[in-house]
């Protein structure tokens, strides 16, 4: 497992971001620091998002800021070139996995399925996504998936909150989680970037307790 992964485990909670506005980004990044997560899945939906993780990677240095819902190799260049420092998709491409891993970039792939985690395994992978979360069966999936893949490591994501998160994060196959409920694109809107942080300490002190 590469260093930006291993900061995954550290940080336990990656918030996954949907920025609209470039200004938002450096007082998102300083509250997520702030508040005890050092980490931002910016997701490609939205044409500032490579502006974004260039703010916030300007605002906070040693902020680990990845691109997510990268769905092309174009996306990619484009991330990277902003100062991302990891790939998150939603599904499994195997176009940008293998460009991905040929110019040596830390990549997380979506998977939801005993097919995808062995196309996973087929490249050389031991992290995965797995997306959507909760809709495609929870723990109960991931547990059975990963039976037969005791070596995978999977990062869980979509429809996981403060309410289940210590479920997800009891479990040694779960690398850490992804989530957005702190972030939440209203509370980006209003720029309530204190409550943000509040959140955000909340969450961390949730994590702290599950992992002792």
């Known amino acids: 497992m590469n260093k930006t992964l291993q900061r995954f485990n550290e940080i336990g909670i990656i918030p996954v971001v949907v920025l609209d506005h470039k200004e938002d980004a450096a007082p998102l990044a300083n509250a ?5 997560l050092p980490a931002a899945e910016v997701t490609f939906r939205t044409r500032e998002a490579a502006a974004c993780i260039e703010a ?16 092309t190799t ?3 260049d484009e991330a990277i070139n902003a100062g991302a420092q990891f790939i998150v998709s939603p599904g499994f491409d195997e176009e940008v996995v293998k460009y991905c891993i040929e110019k040596d970039i830390p990549v997380t792939p979506g998977t939801c399925t005993p097919t995808d ?3 996973a395994y087929r490249l050389g992978l031991d992290v995965v996504k797995f997306f959507p979360a909760e809709p495609a069966g929870g723990l109960a999936m991931i547990k059975a998936i990963a039976a037969p893949y005791n070596m995978m490591k999977f990062m869980p994501t979509g429809g996981i909150s403060e309410k289940n998160m210590d479920a997800y994060l009891k479990e ?6 992804g989530g957005s ?24 002190k949730k994590l702290n307790e599950v992992r002792g």
Do not use: H, Y
Not at 172 to 177: N, S
């Open 32 to 36: 997520l620091c702030e508040g005890g």
């Open 181 to 204: 409920w702190m972030v939440k694109k209203d509370l980006i809107e209003a720029k309530a970037f204190d409550q943000i942080e509040e959140m955000t300490r909340q969450a961390v």
């Open 117 to 119: 985690v062995q196309r």
């Open 172 to 177: 040694d196959i779960i690398l850490c989680i």
């Open 56 to 71: 916030m990677k300007a605002a906070r240095p040693d902020m680990l800021v990845g691109a997510g819902t990268v769905l």
């Open 74 to 76: 174009k996306q990619v």
